[in-house]
């Protein structure tokens, strides 16, 4: 079994958990981001995350995507500023996981965590017109400070020897 870990990450937390499932595999591995990765010919399963950017993935999230998962199983995992389980969020993991599956992919497994917000980030949310993302900024960048923290990196792990579990 070959098993390739591949993310996009602007600001390091989904490199972060990238790395952190990448760790527990206990099989032929490879770790690369999305600009890395040729092809994923060779591989028996492939982790691919990448972070939300603006309610949803990149548009280069989206592209990668459509380029390279069509067919494939995937274990999915994505870092975003709000905390877990919000019901605003619902939406946005829907979205991540309907770029997956649009691009042909199936979802074998999904992990999400909070990950911290850069100040770029922050500063677009209180000049935005929608109430809910100014809101949302002025949530502020404290209030994400340091994550994904230890105890969610944990959780990475765990999900990670949990889907090599599942294959
Ligand atoms: C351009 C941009 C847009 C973002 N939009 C959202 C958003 O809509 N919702 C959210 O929860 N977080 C949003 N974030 C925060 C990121 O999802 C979060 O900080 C994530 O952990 C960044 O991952 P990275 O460090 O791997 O790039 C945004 C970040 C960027 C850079």
């Excluded at 990950?115 to 809910?132: F, H, I, T």
């Excluded at 502020?140 to 090599?164: F, H, I, L």
Aim: net charge negative.
């Amino acid at each position: 079994m070959k098993v390739l870990v591949t993310y996009r990450s602007v600001t390091g937390n989904t490199k972060k958990i990238a790395e952190a499932i990448y760790g527990e595999i206990e099989a032929e591995k490879d770790i690369k981001t999305f600009r890395e990765v040729e092809s994923l010919e060779g591989y028996d399963f492939v982790f691919v995350g990448y972070p939300v950017e603006g309610w949803s993935p990149s548009k280069v999230s989206k592209r990668w995507l459509g380029e390279h998962v069509n067919g494939r199983k995937i274990g999915l995992f994505c870092t975003h500023g709000s905390p877990e389980g919000v019901p605003t969020l619902t939406p946005w993991l829907d979205a991540m996981k309907a770029a997956a599956t649009d691009a042909g992919a199936e979802i074998f497994n999904f992990f999400n965590c909070q990950g911290e917000m850069s100040q770029r980030v922050v500063d677009m949310l209180l000049k935005s017109d929608d109430p809910n993302e100014r809101r949302f900024g002025e949530f502020g960048r404290e209030a994400t400070m340091g994550q994904p923290d230890e105890s969610r990196v944990q959780k990475a792990r765990e999900y990670a020897r949990e889907t090599m579990k599942k294959l």
